[in-house]
């Protein structure tokens, strides 16, 4: 429905954020202008902020020629150059042409040929005089104005002028300010989008971008409505050369130009001002910040990043650089970046400046080169006191799944020395989130290890919650007849697991019912604990454990007989008789 006066005003009048909205839905000239006069002289922050939100949306609201005209005026007598912007903007966005096939035909040589041209589709809304003399007319008097997506306020001629106008502008500032100029440029720039210039057609509508920016091109041919490519020339041959240079050689411009490359929304003009800073201040980039580095390594622009990587290493501060900075460097988010950080920390930053904890805390970081990064300063440590192993013990938070298995063998050589061992502290590698630190902890788990005989371990392990640790543990205890401090009643969780995994463990399957029967032979007082896990077995749908679990409780009971009632309560559909065993 479309808004009232009265409604409108009201949301003037209490800053509310529907008021553009509002007035984009109302369509009556005269009020309208009524309405601007008051919203242009409105000293609130908040009336600004809807100038230039409305201004941000497209010029496609029926009658509001007036609404253009009267700020686009107030900006130039004010001498508002932000305003001026964000008309430069809205007005390259009103020329959009298409592209078509044209065919021609010489009848003289009989041949026919067809080239690719612009055109600019028919989509101004007509005015309103023109609107209520026209078969629309009934529909414009009952309801209010319709606002059609595909068309745009003013005629081509209107556009073409317009353009030309907030140019003239914008170049009059490079004459009667040139201080200025840089920084008004910017301010255009800034407000490009990615989608104002997805296609090579949007580039060259682009009238105040393509001035400001290519205006020295030898690429380009400027006429008085349209910019088009000379013949031969194609748009990846496009450098920057700005109008006005000089002043973009001076120092304060690259200071505007690194603001421009951070907050830049268009990739144009990134790779534009990334190119006119290696052109006129290469000097000012060799000498930069590490903390303007960290702005550019952190962009989300893949190329900004690569610009970032490439003058850090090339900069000279490195080696003055502290390891705090080091650090914080290396949480940027580009893999390539990253990757160029890493190796130039580790040509740089010897591992005696860095304590045992931040190395372990590098060692543990997701990121492939910082993990290895941290890992190698680790290796060129010795550590010997109780704090440093309880330190080495916090790898098995590692969370980098290309080092987790060296970590673990890394840190459970240290300590899981006679000295050194504590199961509490060896025990979190077995229970590490982190699959291959788990597999490295398993590996260390040797006959020949401290652990090997430990009870405490082994209890622990027995809880774990990971079905590869169960299967680790079933092959562990294949080697040894059974687990130190541990009862076959307590083991059945593990062959419980074991045997219920659908997915994995086949031939550990096998391993643990084989263990079970054993248990069951050993100790008959654990049957009614183990049996039950053997008919889980029989009475799986996949025959190897099926065959498996049948084989076990033959065995059980024939070194057994005593268990045949067992079986038989556990196993009714089973028939076991002592003939057959024996047979």
Not at 350 to 376: M, T
Not at 396 to 405: K, Y
Request: aromatic share 8%.
């Amino acid at each position: 429905m479309a808004a009232s006066f009265l409604l409108i005003e009201e949301y003037f009048a209490t800053g509310d954020d529907r008021f553009v909205e509002a007035v984009r839905d109302f369509h009556v000239p005269g009020s309208l202008a009524s309405i601007v006069d008051k919203w242009k002289k409105d000293p609130r922050p908040w009336a600004r902020q809807q100038i230039l939100k409305y201004l941000d949306l497209p010029l496609n609201a029926a009658g509001h020629e007036t609404v253009i005209k009267r700020f686009f005026k107030h900006a130039e007598e004010a001498r508002d150059s932000e305003l001026i912007a964000a008309f430069a903007v809205a007005f390259d966005r009103l020329v959009r042409r298409q592209r078509r096939k044209r065919f021609h035909w010489d009848w003289q040589s009989r041949q026919s040929w067809q080239e690719e041209v612009l055109f600019a589709p028919r989509n101004a809304l007509p005015g309103l005089s023109q609107a209520l003399r026209g078969p629309m007319a009934p529909q414009f008097k009952a309801i209010d104005w319709v606002r059609r997506t595909d068309s745009r306020l003013f005629s081509y001629h209107t556009r073409y002028y317009l353009r030309r106008r907030v140019w003239r502008y914008l170049r009059r500032i490079g004459f009667a300010r040139p201080d200025d100029y840089p920084a008004g440029v910017a301010r255009l720039l800034t407000r490009y989008r990615n989608e104002d210039l997805a296609q090579g057609e949007n580039i060259l509508d682009s009238w105040a971008l393509l001035h400001a920016c290519f205006g020295k091109s030898d690429v380009l041919e400027f006429g008085a409505s349209h910019v088009r490519l000379r013949n031969g020339r194609a748009l990846r041959e496009l450098v920057p050369a700005p109008e006005f240079p000089e002043l973009w050689r001076k120092p304060p411009a690259s200071r505007v130009l690194m603001d421009l490359l951070l907050g830049a929304d268009s990739r144009l003009v990134r790779v534009w001002a990334i190119g006119l800073l290696r052109q006129q201040h290469a000097e000012v980039l060799s000498a930069m910040p590490v903390a303007d580095l960290r702005r550019l390594l952190d962009h989300a622009d893949e190329e900004v990043q690569l610009l970032g990587a490439q003058l850090l290493e090339g900069s000279s501060q490195l080696d003055k650089l502290p390891v705090s900075d080091w650090l914080d460097l290396l949480s940027v988010r580009n893999p390539l970046a990253l990757e160029t950080i890493c190796r130039l920390m580790a040509q740089h930053v010897r591992s005696e400046r860095l304590d045992l904890r931040q190395c372990v805390q590098l060692a543990c970081a997701a990121p492939v080169p910082v993990a290895r990064l941290g890992f190698g300063f680790l290796r060129n440590r010795e550590n010997r006191s109780e704090a440093e192993l309880e330190t080495i013990a916090n790898l098995s938070g590692a969370r980098c799944a290309r080092i987790g298995q060296d970590l673990a063998t890394w840190a459970l050589a240290r300590l899981g020395t006679t000295d050194a061992y504590r199961a509490d502290r060896v025990t979190r590698f077995f229970d590490s989130l982190l699959r291959e630190v788990r597999d490295g902890a398993w590996s260390w788990l040797t006959p020949e290890s401290r652990g090997w005989d430990n009870a405490a371990l082994w209890s622990r392990l027995v809880e774990t919650p990971y079905d590869d640790a169960r299967l680790h543990f079933v092959s562990a205890l294949r080697q040894r007849s059974k687990a130190p401090g541990l009862v076959a009643g307590q083991l059945s969780s593990i062959w419980c697991g074991v045997l219920l995994g659908i997915h994995r463990g086949g031939r550990h399957k096998l391993t643990a019912l084989r263990q079970i029967s054993d248990a069951v032979q050993d100790r008959p007082d654990a049957a009614d604990t183990l049996l039950p896990v053997l008919a889980v077995a029989i009475r799986s749908v996949r025959p190897p454990e099926a065959r498996g679990g049948l084989a076990a409780i033959v065995a059980a009971v024939e070194a057994r007989p005593e268990l045949a009632p067992l079986v038989a309560r556990v196993l009714p559909e089973l028939e076991l008789s002592p003939q057959g065993v024996a047979s």
